[in-house]
């Protein structure tokens, strides 16, 4: 009766064992998947940001509120990185009369995240055939001129701590001059041209 419960006893155990190593397999499985499909490692790109040839659309040039175009990649990975830190830009700055516009990567399908519906789409922008890479932001003053052309900030992520984008637009609300058409910098991006 002893080698019975003994034997019963083993059984069990061994069982248990094989579930929890599936389990461990299941999980390990899992985590790699997720891995692969969501997760990248952050590389080091410079980008050189070059403003010259950007201009607003003739029925937005000229003096008017500030406004903001964010350009952007629906196959960027990048994008996920500012999104955030975009949606609280428009809650900041819509208030003080800031206009955000939005322009795709031409040929690319995909939509914005509900929490920046706040963003008007532009087909296109002159001079955006140029852009470098994305994601990228440019921002023309209460005059109409360019004031700022390049990434949101440096680093594979940006939030307020790291941005270039709240001192351009508050020293432009309080009506200071800027100009930071050409910018230099490492961060994430995807290539805007084919």
């Known amino acids: 009766m002893w080698t019975h419960g003994y034997a019963s006893t083993r059984g069990k155990t061994l069982l248990a064992g094989l579930t929890l ?15 692969s499909r969501y997760l990248r490692t952050f590389d080091n790109q410079t980008a050189l940001f070059s403003g ?3 201009q607003l659309p003739a029925d937005l040039a000229g003096p008017g ?16 990185g500012n999104q955030q830190h975009l ?4 809650g900041h700055f819509s208030p003080q009369g800031v206009v955000f516009y939005a322009v795709q990567k031409p040929g690319s399908h995909g939509q914005l995240p509900p929490n920046l519906s706040a963003l008007k789409p532009l087909p296109t922008l002159p001079g ?11 921002i023309w003053d209460q005059a109409g001129k360019l004031a700022y052309f390049g990434p ?4 594979a992520t ?3 701590g790291n941005s270039f984008i709240e001192p351009i637009l508050d020293a432009l ?14 961060g994430c991006y995807c290539p805007w041209a084919d």
């Open 87 to 90: 949606s609280e830009l428009i």
């Open 128 to 138: 955006a055939e140029h852009l470098p890479a994305s994601p990228a932001v440019a």
């Open 65 to 80: 509120p500030i406004r903001v175009v964010h350009f952007w990649d629906p196959a960027c990975p990048c994008n996920v």
């Open 52 to 54: 010259d040839n950007l």
């Open 158 to 160: 940006c939030n307020s």
């Open 21 to 35: 190593l599936l389990c461990a397999a299941t999980l390990w499985w899992a985590y790699d998947s997720f891995q």
């Open 152 to 155: 949101y900030s440096e680093g």
């Open 173 to 186: 609300s309080q009506g200071r001059s800027v100009s930071a058409t050409h910018t230099l910098a490492v």
